[in-house]
T-cell receptor, first 114, second 114 residues
């Protein structure tokens, strides 16, 4: 069955420190992978996506993610976290026809300490 | 370019009533999908419409239905509301064709069932 696992429910990082959020997926075909961010009471903002090609993808706000097929992973990274990065982060895989049905992980809450 | 627009943003309904939510996709997008977000279940895919036809469907009861119009605007309807239907309902849009569709979300409609 298709699924997405985000092993870390809550992560606290010091401002200026590096960040890595983990994501593992289960999908039989070539995956379409996404990372979204959600601030309280808001919708989902797309950070970056992977469809094919270069396994290291760059996104907005200084985020990047690396697709590793052998590990079924798509981890999100940022070299230096800012207080404004505190939010809920969701990893998703696109399934179904055209890959437009998203299966989400449970999310990781990022807190940033000063 | 305007984003995905959802109306209404907030609404309160009584158990047993029905509700209709509306979504206007990004101009040029022909795919509209709907998601339910609750604290307990997280983000769950409801269904997706492409060119007025339901293309992908999640695992929700028949009380949840939708439709898409010729201008790609979409509505979802929930009949016989239950307390557990209280949630943030998110609409997303994409071009919907080919492979690797970037999916954008609206701000959501907050539904409270009392």
């Amino acid at each position: 069955a298709q699924s997405v696992t985000q092993p870390d429910i809550h992560i606290t990082v010091s401002e200026g420190a590096s960040l890595e959020l983990r994501c593992n997926y289960s999908y039989g075909a070539t995956p379409y992978l996404f990372w979204y961010v959600q601030s309280p009471g808001q919708g989902l903002q797309l950070l970056l996506k992977y469809f094919s090609g270069d396994t290291l993808v760059q996104g907005i706000k200084g985020f990047e993610a690396e697709f590793k097929r052998s590990q079924s992973s798509f981890n999100l990274r940022k070299p230096s976290v800012h207080w404004s990065d505190a939010a809920e982060y969701y990893c998703a895989v696109g399934v179904g026809q055209a890959g437009t049905a998203l299966i989400f992980g449970k999310g990781t809450t990022l807190s940033v300490s000063s | 370019k305007a984003g995905v627009t959802q109306t209404p943003r907030y609404l309160i309904k009584t158990r047993g009533q029905q509700v209709t939510l509306s979504c206007s996709p990004i101009s040029g997008h022909r795919s509209v999908s709907w998601y339910q977000q609750t604290p307990g279940q997280g983000l769950q895919f409801l269904f997706e419409y492409f060119s007025e036809t339901q293309r992908n469907k999640g695992n929700f009861p028949g009380r949840f239905s939708g439709r898409q119009f010729s201008n790609s605007r979409s509505e979802m309807n929930v009949s016989t509301l239950e307390l557990g239907d209280s949630a943030l309902y998110l609409c997303a849009s994409s071009y919907g064709q080919g492979s690797g569709n970037t999916i954008y979300f609206g701000e959501g409609s907050w539904l409270t069932v009392v």
